[in-house]
DNA sequence: TCTTTAACCTGTTGGC
DNA sequence: TGCCAACAGGTTAAAG
């Protein structure tokens, strides 16, 4: 489900929830909710029981709640949360009904809003919740949006910087494209290359491009490469100021509420529609266990 | 070393 | 109505 701009609308939604409050309690009711932690339930409630969150993070599809130390010379913590497919994370009030898929709770209490339940329900539990150590960004740069500590969560290391992160490197990006055999579409996914894009947006950003999914990225001119990047962006940012894309109740922010991007896609699940550019009807082909979704006219192999 | 596949899960939808 | 295959926004260990 989520890819870049559902993820950052949680993270916004969540920060000025969380910034500042107290861990009351933690109840992990799904432990398949912590294959991405060391250690148990218990210790997980434990050792979160008490703690102060300092802000809400994201690189990418990951989002991170830093902790405060609990002593100087202790190194710093933080709650990383993956939502996979099908995760959601969500503030109620205190003692509200159990949801449905829901996995783990924390109890909080801000010391303005007062206390809160954060609920991470999943229903598919791809996704995760772990306590993990921060670590330095190497070059220095704030680990990720929301926050200005130059650290990342040590699960996050390998995840590459977004496009919508100021510290991105499109010269970096370049370079990678042109050592890689595969197609544009699948390195567009690799995380450990850009961050953030998923399969929604991958299409849309090919479909916008005119470039087609299984073009080797080797053989993508610069042009081609910049164009790509900037319809990167322009997709992530508009689909972000439209709230994310919902096609059922499954994707949804803190408030339960669905976004309205799926109004805009011009290829992704519009298979045997016309292209919005020519006309043509829209294709839709399996690829790496998944589907793309392409206008076969406008977006020609190279 | 790099790249691709398979597996992890639950739920919904559409065809027969 | 029921059954079953296909499919769904992602990541990662294992195999190639």
């Known amino acids: 489900m989520p890819e870049l701009p559902e ?51 994201r690189r990418g599809k990951f989002l991170w709640l830093p902790l405060a130390s609990l002593a100087a ?12 497919m099908s995760g959601q994370l969500l503030l109620r009030t205190p003692g509200a ?33 772990a306590i993990d150590d ?42 990678a494209l042109a050592r890689k055999d595969s197609a544009i579409k699948r390195v ?12 929604i947006y991958a299409d849309e950003s090919l479909w916008a491009a005119r470039i087609h999914p299984e073009t080797p990225a080797r053989a993508l001119t610069t042009r081609a490469v910049n164009r790509l990047l900037v319809e990167v962006r322009h997709v992530l940012e508009k689909a972000l100021a439209e709230g994310g894309t919902s096609f059922d109740a499954q994707y949804v922010n803190v408030n339960g509420q669905a976004g309205y991007f799926a109004h805009s896609l011009n290829a992704y699940g519009r298979t045997g529609e016309p292209c919005p550019r020519c006309g043509r009807p829209i294709v839709r082909v399996s690829f790496t266990n998944r589907s793309s979704h392409f206008c076969p006219k406008c977006q020609r192999r190279a």
Do not use: K, M, W
């Not at 609308?9 to 992990?28: D, F, N, S």
């Not at 010379?73 to 996979?84: C, F, I, N, T």
């Open 7 to 57: 993820v950052e609308v949680v993270r916004a939604g969540l920060a000025p929830a969380v910034t500042g409050a107290t861990v009351l309690g933690a109840t992990v009711l799904d432990e398949r909710a912590l294959t991405r932690h060391t250690g148990d339930a218990a210790g997980f409630e434990a050792t979160l029981t008490g703690r102060v969150i300092e802000g809400a993070a």
């Open 188 to 199: 567009l996914l690799d995380q450990t290359v850009i961050s953030g894009v998923g399969n």
């Open 134 to 175: 921060l670590v330095p960004t190497p070059d220095g740069a704030a680990g990720g949006y929301g926050l200005a500590a130059a650290s990342v969560p040590s699960q996050v290391t390998h995840i590459a910087r977004d496009p919508l992160d100021p510290a991105f490197s499109d010269a970096a990006f370049r370079r």
């Open 97 to 129: 009904a159990t949801e449905r898929h829901e996995r783990v709770r924390l109890d909080i209490a801000h010391p303005v809003h007062g206390e809160l339940a954060v609920v991470f329900a999943d229903q598919r539990t791809f996704g995760s919740l």
């Open 73 to 84: 010379d202790e190194s710093r913590e933080a709650v990383v949360a993956h939502l996979g």
